[in-house]
């Protein structure tokens, strides 16, 4: 049976019990509904998350709703959320009924037990409950794997010829659509192109590489995109992943100017950062084209179609070209995004049959790969074809859209291919292989090393995939050691904040504030107030009576708890010490503040204070503030 199913016949079971069985009484009834609710908020979460990625909650998840979704085209999921929140009150209300005014009788005590029970084993068989506690304890495991064997940063330079570099990451573009036995004539033009590339044909998805950002940092660094979650979001930080070594930073190191094109915002899901942290300076989103296209009310909801943003990438190639430097022009396209896509005014198929029927989702591939290959084409055309290299890629598999049953009911593979400008072409490598090895493979064809991180080239190695049964188990023992490359300190003395750009900066790392720092046990939790977290006050309720605190943020904010004198402060106010005892608060009064963290000579600690000191951050709870 099915996890899903059988936690659900167990709730079901438990209620059943409840309202039938089990002996009346308030206590019992409000803990049983309790639990109920519990497992109805964890089925929902499973539900929702599991609308997008068709996977449940991972790691991708967990990234995007803690970073910025600005730019985020959200409105195909405005009505099933409403559903969805719709079913919870109603199955709320009957539960409620059920359990508080069932007559029944013939009950006895020992069916509250058994309820109690089923309940517990409900919630704790739940889809996403197991998945979340994998993704919890995995955070800070002890890292007892081979990364480090494996991890090789590659050489910051390109030898030779230093052929320009056009890469384009197709949204869910994943090779399963390009499969004639399955989907007949859906990507003509672009299978075609395929056909006389470099095809590397059997790309496995691994986790942490499941969805636009993770996918794009697998295949230009080399390694999965895992992050720690405890209440942060990369978003929040100066950079990402400062040790690794990229594509993006070897091509800017080796005299390459680096663009990027696509029609959203750039700063949906952290690409921004990931981009300019790693040598991508000039960055091309829906923000800086829109000053540029010729009808600004030609769009969708994510941004502009894909054939307005693969104009752009066609002239600003041809701008380049002719310059004579050196460049690189990375794209990703957006109209094939799930749930169903978008079909833009200049493809001339505009309708996909799929056993007769419409289908919105092949529809949008089948136009969207028109404009892909309308692109490379026009490049192949050009004099300047011969010094270029075009890459094109899934940025990851598909997602839960309109085609995703046929999907699933293949052995999907991600796509990726590469044709030459010099000519070496037409052969298909059926290497096993995954996206980290992508960016790998680009290099060594560009003239660099044929290794990046965790990837190898294709052409002139062989793929980690190879050293072990089942990569995607193995990719998750790498886990630990990849968070620790993002370099959070562990110990804070001397700081600065920038209070101009609100940036903080300590132990060689910085961060955006308002943020608060946890620390316990040698390690700093970095905790922030990102779209759907907590406010900062409740994240600060739930420290230990022994845990130590940073709490960096508008002096008004502090005045509510500890000092009304500071309720008329405009500034920023750093707090340092914990909530059983009255924190040592200094205000920052210039632009560039220079201190240090100070917990010596703090009271004793007193559990009486901590209690009243949660109690006042509960009673301020999403209080708005002034700033």
């Known amino acids: 049976m099915a996890p899903e199913i059988f936690s659900v016949c167990l709730f079901i079971a438990s209620v059943a019990l409840c309202s039938w069985k089990a002996e009346r009484h308030s206590v019992w009834n409000t803990l049983i509904l309790l639990l109920s609710t519990l497992f109805l908020l964890l089925s929902a979460i499973w539900v929702a998350s599991n609308y997008f990625t068709g996977e449940g909650v991972n790691d991708e998840v967990l990234f995007t709703i803690t970073n910025s979704l600005r730019g985020a085209g959200i ?81 910051k330079s390109i030898s030779g010829k230093k052929p320009n570099l056009v890469y384009i990451f197709g949204e869910s573009l994943e090779r399963t659509y390009f499969n004639q036995d399955v989907f007949p004539d859906l990507a003509p033009e672009l299978s075609a192109i395929k056909q006389e590339s470099i095809d590397f044909s059997n790309t496995i998805q691994i986790p942490g590489a499941e969805n636009t950002i ?45 663009y990027f094109f696509q029609g959203a915002k750039l700063a949906f899901a952290g690409k921004e950062l990931l981009l300019k942290s790693h040598g991508i300076d000039n960055l091309y989103g829906y923000d800086e084209l829109k000053p540029l296209v010729k009808d600004p009310k030609y769009k969708n909801e994510w941004g502009w179609y894909d054939d307005t943003t693969l104009d752009f990438v066609y002239n600003k190639f041809e701008e380049l070209s ?233 002096c008004r904010k502090m005045g509510n708890i500890w000092d009304t004198a500071l309720k008329t402060v405009n500034n920023t106010c750093v707090a340092s010490g914990s909530l059983a005892t009255r924190p040592h608060i200094v205000e920052a009064d210039r632009d560039l503040y220079r201190n240090k963290v100070v917990f010596d000579g703090l009271p004793k600690l007193d559990d009486d204070t901590y209690q009243a000191t949660v109690k006042k951050l509960g009673a301020v709870v999403d209080a708005p503030v002034t700033e």
Not at 85 to 91: R, T, V
Not at 106 to 130: E, H, W
Not at 143 to 154: I, L, P, Q, R, V
Not at 226 to 253: E, H, M, Q
């Open 214 to 258: 993770s996918g794009m940092v697998s295949a230009l660094c080399g390694i999965p995109l895992f992050a720690p979650f405890d209440n942060n979001a990369s978003s929040s930080l100066s950079t990402f992943y400062p040790r690794s070594i990229c594509l993006g930073d070897v091509l800017k190191a080796s005299g390459y100017s680096n």
């Open 75 to 155: 409105r195909k999921y405005v009505v099933p959320a409403l559903a969805l929140l719709g079913l919870l009150l109603l199955i709320f209300g009957i539960l409620f009924w059920l359990i508080f005014h069932n007559k029944h009788s013939n009950r006895k005590v020992v069916y509250n037990y058994v309820a109690l029970v089923l309940s517990l084993l409900a919630i704790g068989t739940a889809p996403a409950t197991t998945q979340l506690y994998r993704l919890t304890t995995t955070q800070y495991a002890d890292d007892k794997s081979d990364f480090n064997a494996n991890y090789k940063d590659a050489v």
């Open 322 to 554: 002719k310059a004579g430097a050196p460049f690189s022009i990375f794209a990703l396209t957006v109209d094939t995004h799930h749930p169903d896509g978008y079909i833009d005014a200049t493809c001339n198929r505009k309708s996909y049959l799929y056993d007769n029927k419409p289908n919105q989702s092949l529809s949008a591939v089948a136009c969207s790969q028109e404009q892909v290959a309308k692109l490379i084409n026009r490049i192949k055309a050009s004099p300047y074809f011969k010094n270029t290299v075009i890459v094109v890629s899934s940025d990851h598999l598909a997602m839960n859209n309109s085609a995703y049953s046929i999907l699933t009911r293949q052995d999907r593979r991600d796509l990726f291919f590469v044709l030459r400008g010099d000519g070496e072409n037409n052969q298909v490598i059926d290497q096993k292989r995954t996206t980290l090895d992508n960016g790998a493979t680009v290099l060594d064809i560009l003239g660099g090393d044929n290794y990046i991180g965790l990837g190898r080239s294709s052409l002139s190695s062989e793929s980690l995939a190879n050293d072990y049964r089942d990569i995607r188990r193995h990719t998750l023992r790498w886990k630990p050691a990849i968070i620790k490359m993002w370099d959070f300190p562990n110990t804070i003395s001397d700081y600065v904040l920038h209070t101009d750009s609100k940036m903080l900066t300590f132990s060689g790392t910085s961060f955006k504030y308002p943020l608060i720092l946890r620390l316990n046990d040698g390690r700093i939790d970095p905790m922030f107030d990102v779209y759907l977290s907590d406010s900062l006050e409740k994240q600060l309720s739930t420290l230990d009576v022994n845990e130590k605190f940073v709490w960096i943020d508008s």
